[in-house]
């Protein structure tokens, strides 16, 4: 046997208060708003009222405390999956907009160079395919019942592409996968595919401040 669906649960939002990239860097947890977003993923999840046999987060602070509510509510522990990490990015550390913002100096136009690797950090196929990879391994690994995986916004837009058949160069403005989104995968035979898109922490949207990665 294995899953009967796979929930893609993006963080919540993030203290940030420097408005950089944070990327992979540590010491990036939640904001208060952040876990109240995390909360709502969480209430959504156990309102679906669907077992669940599995709770597996990216190994960054804040997908491991977006999972937390989601463990306490269901009872489960989290595993850690390297594979769910956020992608390396050149300009971690940095702020990205503004008078002095990394896209302004020319010193770091060459990370710019093209957009649909992209030059600036992990291939977008890399991504793909670890997550894909990550996701197959956390769909057979249980006998039944579904398998919650917290990650970032960009691997999970990768598989949303990726299981779409969509290119995966793509503009970063327009990706559909809000903080503490959740997106649902079930299986047609041998394929995941996407069924569902749910944003339970949209009435807290208006307040979020997050900077997310290009």
Request: glycine fraction near 8%; proline fraction near 8%.
């Amino acid at each position: 046997m294995a899953a009967t669906q796979v929930h893609l649960v993006r963080h919540g939002e993030v203290f940030n208060p420097e408005r950089v990239l944070y990327g992979r860097l540590p010491g990036f947890g939640l904001s208060d708003l952040g876990l109240s977003m995390a909360e709502a993923a969480a209430a959504d999840l156990v309102a679906r009222a669907r077992p669940v046999s599995r709770i597996i987060a990216s190994p960054l602070q804040r997908t491991r405390e977006s999972a937390a509510p989601i463990a306490a509510a269901l009872g489960l522990p989290v595993d850690i999956e390297p594979r769910l990490i956020e992608p390396a990015n050149f300009f971690e550390g940095k702020r990205l907009r503004g008078p002095d913002g990394a896209l302004r100096d020319p010193r770091n136009w060459m990370a710019l160079a093209n957009p649909f690797r992209p030059s600036w950090g992990e291939p977008f196929r890399s991504i793909a395919e670890r997550m894909l990879a990550a996701i197959d391994d956390a769909y057979h690994s249980v006998d039944g019942g579904d398998v919650i995986l917290v990650s970032h916004q960009l691997p999970i837009w990768m598989v949303h592409r990726a299981v779409g058949g969509e290119r995966l160069a793509h503009d970063p403005r327009k990706r559909r996968c809000d903080l503490s989104s959740i997106t649902t995968l079930a299986w047609r035979g041998d394929a995941p595919v996407e069924v569902g898109y749910a944003n339970p922490a949209a009435h807290l949207q208006a307040g979020a401040t997050d900077v997310g990665a290009v």
